[in-house]
């Protein structure tokens, strides 16, 4: 629920008008406060969003009024994250590059869009971010801005000034503006429900091993229990409805399996990305929720699914990851993505079982009153049912066309099917 600071929400000082930024209290956006006013002559309002970061949010609140904003808008939206954003994209099976749950990607397209909102609410004439110029999210929310908001300007002063993270705390600290990062920690971080993302400093060594203390959620693999956790995830339409058969929310779920999963060592994952701005960077992901959500997930598609549909799912999971992480949320393309998603699902429903030990989800059984997996089809013991006799014939059929391909021209044309850097029997 959205709340504001009612005696500062008055437009003071005659400014040409407000801008909403998006803010959340750390080194870019805390100095964009201040220099907005000075740069644009424009009251600023600030809008921070609950995904699921730990903090509090009326210091978040209090913190932006101090440093020169009009009004500080805050809102929880887990719920709406978890229900409309992460869970779709778990359906989708969406993996950027096979290996980031999309986590923060996932985040940027609801802020612009609560943003747009709060922005027709205070009548502003613009949206801020404090996205590099360089970066993913820089796309992500001007793409979201310019789709639903044409009207609004979109202000992006770090990108405008170019300021380097030194840049930044020097005029933090010019201008009296705590912030918690510092030379000596050069650590970029962000962080919901679904993951928390660590980059620059060592990081940005793709040979350097990242330090135990770039990790905030994870334990380290080799550290944690040697007793494995077992739990019980259950589907209902390809969405996560409960746990260890105890129905629960999204919310809830991600936060305990997070908690879990980091207990265990899962969820570190190690990503040289390819950014859509064209450069390649080391990104640091812990997202243990994620990483034990999209295995279950997976591993009830493999017995709910045809063959034909779950090979074809895949390219549209690497279309869905890709379309997130490009920033085109609200597209007719992503509709269209979506509509075959939840047909898709629709019979993507039952109970996993994993084993959660020293890193790694294991999925160690499956079942579902909608699989496609036939024990008396399957067995080789007593009550097999399969035809034998049938595979004789199926077997002539299949490899006909091969046969007389290889009898009409690959036996005639002298090459035979010897191997590179074999001869034949003499």
């Known amino acids: 629920m959205a709340t504001t600071d009612k005696d500062t929400k008055a437009n003071k000082g005659g400014s040409k008008g407000k801008v909403v930024l ?28 609950d995904l699921g970061e730990v903090r509090d949010l009326d210091r ?4 932006a009024l101090a440093t020169g904003a009009v009004d500080a808008v805050t809102m929880d939206a887990r719920a709406l994250f978890v229900d409309h954003f992460v869970f779709p994209a778990l359906m989708a099976g969406a993996l950027y590059e096979g290996k980031y749950p999309l986590a923060t990607a996932l985040g940027r397209p609801l802020i612009a869009k609560l943003m747009v909102d709060a922005a027709r609410d205070h009548g502003a004439v613009a949206v801020a971010h404090g996205c590099t110029g360089k970066g993913n999210d820089q796309v992500r929310f001007d793409v979201t801005f310019q789709t639903l908001a044409p009207d609004l300007k979109v202000i992006a002063p770090v990108r405008e000034w170019k300021m380097t993270r030194d840049d930044a705390l020097e005029y933090a600290t010019k201008h009296n503006i705590p912030v918690e990062a510092t030379v000596k920690s050069p650590y970029s971080l962000d962080i919901n429900l679904f993951g928390r993302s660590c980059e620059a400093g060592v990081l940005e060594d793709p040979w350097t091993e990242p330090p135990e203390e770039a990790f905030g959620w994870t334990v380290s693999p080799a550290k944690a229990p040697d007793k494995p956790a077992e739990i019980t995830i259950d589907f209902e339409g390809g969405r996560p409805t409960a746990l ?19 207990e265990h060592g899962i969820g570190r994952i190690d990503h040289v990305e390819n950014r859509l701005v064209g450069i390649k960077s080391r990104e640091l992901y812990e997202a243990p929720a994620a990483v034990i959500l999209h295995t ?14 779950q090979r074809f799912k895949t390219m549209v999971s690497q279309e869905y990851a890709d379309l997130v992480y490009n920033g085109l949320w609200f597209s007719g393309f992503h509709q269209d993505l ?62 006909l066309s091969q046969q007389t391909q290889a009898q009409t021209q690959l036996l005639k044309d002298g090459r035979g099917f010897a191997l590179p850097g074999l001869t034949g029997p003499k």
């Open 22 to 49: 998006a803010y959340s209290g750390g080194l870019d956006t805390s100095v964009m406060v201040p220099w907005i006013k000075e740069k644009y002559d424009l009251d600023v309002v600030t809008f921070t969003v």
């Open 60 to 63: 978040v609140k209090k913190k």
């Open 244 to 262: 260890d058969g105890k129905p629960i929310d999204g919310v809830n779920l991600l936060e305990t399996l997070n908690k879990l999963g980091g």
């Open 296 to 309: 279950a997930h997976r591993e009830l598609e493999s017995i709910c699914l045809s063959k034909q549909a």
């Open 338 to 399: 979506a509509a075959f998603v939840a047909s898709n699902q629709r019979f993507v429903g039952g109970q996993v079982r994993l084993k959660l030990f020293k890193g790694q989800a294991i999925v160690v059984g499956r079942k579902s009153e909608h699989s496609l997996y036939s024990h008396k089809l399957a067995t080789y013991e007593r009550g097999d049912q399969f035809d034998h006799e049938a595979a004789k014939g199926f077997i002539r059929l299949w490899g």
